[in-house]
């Protein structure tokens, strides 16, 4: 069922046209932060309203966390780790290798955070995660509470100590460095049901901090909740209508069509060049010519 579209003629040579996208399992209710277990094969992702983090492998769906906390984005560490972002406790968490859950945030200043939503662990250790509001200002996950923080994107260093990066974003959510490291891209998906174009700023990473941020690409339709780069620095970005491919300068190069809205991705397979899509209440997969960091 895949469908393309080409608004730069390199995109072509980026996705193949004998390569549908598959929907490998449906039913859920909304469907986020995949991650990708090269070392088992597996895919784990968020069923958020579900409770629960399920795994993906060819055999079929299984439940590999349940209640989940309502966790949301997930990403390993440099030794493979499953780190992960917790709406119900309002935390970021590290799964050991022995299965035990060690916090490794839950308060900046002595104040609860939000609802932890994306993560993304840079090359020297540091876990790098957005902090926006959704999932305490609303009641479907039964989390309403009061607001202590500034929606924030957070750095912790493998030295323990959480520093608050970006504060001037209205909802920061999904986040990626490039494959140098010497920018962080961080999506703005904005104040729930607002109506304003939803942006991805782009920060030059200088000494260890975000710097000079300034627009990207506004990504239409929809937002860009989550978002992953290949190995040649080209942003794969959610959008409304599937997924964008977007160059190192901001131009949109061309799209994957995707049925339903797409919340996340990331990419996984034995080159790194099958592309996850949850999109939800689905999680598809298509395989391309490029491969993802
Ligand atoms: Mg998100």
């Known amino acids: ?45 968020s069923d958020i309203p579900n409770n629960r983090i399920l795994r993906w492998t060819e055999e079929g769906i299984t439940t590999f966390r349940a209640p989940s906390q309502f966790a949301n984005g997930h990403t ?10 917790e709406h119900g406790t309002r935390r970021v968490t590290r799964t050991e290798w022995d299965g035990t859950v060690t916090v490794l945030a839950d308060s900046f200043e002595g104040k609860p955070l939000n609802s932890p939503n994306d993560v993304v662990v840079a090359r020297d250790g540091t876990i790098w995660f957005t902090d926006p509001h959704y999932g305490i200002m609303t009641d479907y996950e039964g989390f309403r509470a009061p ?9 912790l260093p493998p030295d323990g100590k959480l520093e608050a990066m970006i504060t001037d974003m209205a909802c920061p959510n999904g986040l990626a460095f490039s494959p140098d490291e010497s920018r962080l891209y961080v999506a703005d998906t904005g104040r729930m049901f607002s109506a304003d174009p939803q942006s991805i700023r782009v920060f030059d990473m ?23 780069v290949d190995t040649e620095g080209n942003l794969w970005s959610s959008a409304a209508d599937g997924v964008h491919c977007l160059a190192p300068d901001g131009r949109l190069l061309g799209k994957i069509l995707v049925p339903e809205i797409v919340s996340n991705l990331c990419f996984g397979g034995r080159a790194k060049h099958r592309l996850f899509i949850t999109a939800t209440t689905s999680l598809y997969a298509v395989v391309l010519n490029r491969n993802g960091m």
Not at 147 to 155: G, T
Not at 206 to 227: Q, T, W, Y
Request: hydrophobic letters at 40%; proline letters at 7%.
């Open 1 to 45: 069922m895949t469908s393309f579209e080409i608004r730069d003629p390199v995109f072509a040579t980026y996705v193949m046209g004998n390569a549908p996208l598959k929907r490998l399992a449906t039913g859920f209710d909304w469907v986020e932060g995949p991650v990708w277990f090269g070392d088992q094969n597996c895919l784990l992702f």
């Open 76 to 85: 390993r560490d440099r030794q493979g780790r499953l780190i992960s972002c």
């Open 147 to 155: 607001q202590e923080l500034p929606c924030a994107v957070y750095r």
């Open 206 to 228: 200088v000494a260890g901090r975000p710097e000079n941020g300034r627009l990207f690409h506004k990504i239409s339709p929809g937002c860009a909740d989550g978002m992953r």
